[in-house]
Every structure is written in structure tokens, then in C-alpha cells.
């Protein structure tokens, strides 16, 4: 089981000073959160780490993956771990990843700096990950403006453009996992993935916090493009 660690004393506080209350709340919950301790103890770069191992246990996507793509991957903790599990190294990369912010060189993982909504950027990730991906993960969300609706709809646009991207370069039998937020998904969106996929679900992993409006997205068993195809012919016909 992916468990908190037993790490340092919680409840520690931060003093009182030049910080804004929000600000040392923050600083505090930071601090004192286990999944934070646990990624130090383990060498991850994030805590989202967790998130990804907790999906993996139950839904099982890691299980014989070959090569991976990443988005929105800063500061790259899913990246170390896909790196691992496909056995990518430098010579041999298996992953790639890419985010707008900079991310530290992780060996196995080919890292492309830029905007995933770039025109050339699918072309890029295909040719960094070197092969047909049998897994797309995506932790890209918009940055936040205060207003949940708002938030939602940017959200969940990087949510569709990543599906249509994983629809397009997956092998039969892949995977999709992509964060979303509460406040709905899409029924187009659910459509096309129930299309395309054999399993579409929603979960929300133990490391995710309580008070997150985040879940995430997890499409199992990419059907194929020939199916999709077919779907797509049966539903003009019709």
C-alpha cells in the first residue's frame, strides 16, 4: 500500500514575522504534510509522485509500459518514475516529457521546454519518446484565477487537447490518465474517450488533498485507430 511516511514530528508551526497569515498557513500545511516528507525521504521531486503510485496500484497502467509521455510535467516526479518503470536511459529513451517551465535534467527523459498547445509540439514529443507510447499521463492545469468556473473550462481544455494528442499516438491497449477538476467533465469528452477506450473512469488518489477540486481522468484500453475509424464512418453513415 502507498502509505505516508512515518518522517519527522507533524504540527510544527511557523513564527510569526514578515509573512502574511495565508502565506504561513501555506508554509505550515507545507511543512507538516507527509506526502511532502515522504517525496524527500524517497528522492522525488513532488509529492505528486504519490498520486501517480496511488493510481498505479489500484488501476495498474504502469504494468509492462514501454515508452511514456509526460505533460506538463515540472517539476518532473511522474517523469522519474516512468523513467523507472520503462527502464529508459540515455542511450535509450523512453520517456519525454514536456512543460512550458524549466525542468532539471532527469536521466532516461527526454525533456522539450515549451508550450504543449504549440503547433509542432505532438510531432516533437513523438519523436523525443523515440517509439509508440502505450501510456500518456498529464498533470497540465491552467493557472489558477480565483474563479472555479473559470479555472474548470481552462482546465479542461489542456484536458481535451491531451486526449485527442493520446487518441492519436497511442498503441492498442494503452493508456490515458489526465488531471481534470471537479465541477464536471465534459460529455463530449467523456464520449470520445468511452469511443476509445474500453474503460473511462474518474478517481481521486489519497495524496491528493481533501480540500482539491482535482480528480483525475483515466481512460484504460485504447481500442485502436482502426476502431476509432470505424466509429467514426458508422456515426457519419448514421
Request: charged content about 30%; hydrophobic content about 40%; proline content about 5%.
Amino acid at each position: 500500500m502507498t502509505k505516508p511516511p512515518i518522517g519527522r514530528k507533524l504540527g510544527q508551526k511557523v513564527k510569526k514575522g514578515k509573512l502574511k497569515a495565508s502565506s504561513r498557513r501555506w508554509l505550515e500545511r507545507h511543512i507538516n504534510d507527509p506526502y511532502v516528507q515522504r517525496a524527500k525521504l524517497e528522492g522525488y521531486r513532488a509529492r505528486a509522485a504519490f498520486k501517480l503510485l496511488e493510481i498505479d496500484e489500484k488501476h495498474h497502467i504502469l504494468d509492462g509500459a514501454r515508452r511514456i509521455i509526460d505533460l506538463g510535467a515540472a517539476p518532473g516526479s511522474w517523469s522519474q518514475i516512468a523513467a523507472k518503470v520503462t527502464n529508459s536511459t540515455d542511450a535509450d529513451p523512453r520517456v519525454a516529457a514536456i512543460d512550458f517551465l524549466e525542468i532539471d535534467p532527469l536521466p532516461g527523459v527526454r525533456i522539450l521546454q515549451m508550450d504543449f498547445l504549440e503547433p509542432d509540439a505532438p510531432e516533437k514529443l513523438i519523436e523525443a519518446v523515440g517509439g509508440t507510447p502505450n501510456l500518456v499521463i498529464s498533470d497540465m492545469a491552467a493557472p489558477t484565477t480565483g474563479h472555479r468556473q473559470t479555472d474548470h473550462i481552462r482546465t479542461m481544455h489542456l484536458c481535451e487537447v491531451a486526449a485527442h494528442f493520446a487518441i492519436e499516438v497511442l498503441a492498442e491497449g494503452g493508456h490515458f490518465l489526465a488531471k481534470t477538476f471537479q465541477g464536471g467533465t465534459e460529455r463530449e469528452l467523456l464520449n470520445l474517450l468511452k469511443q476509445n477506450f474500453k474503460q473511462v473512469i474518474h478517481v481521486k488518489p489519497g495524496a491528493s488533498r481533501a480540500e482539491s477540486v482535482e480528480m483525475f481522468l483515466l481512460a484504460k484500453g485504447f481500442k485502436g485507430r482502426k476502431a476509432r475509424d470505424e466509429a467514426t464512418e458508422a456515426e457519419e453513415e448514421s
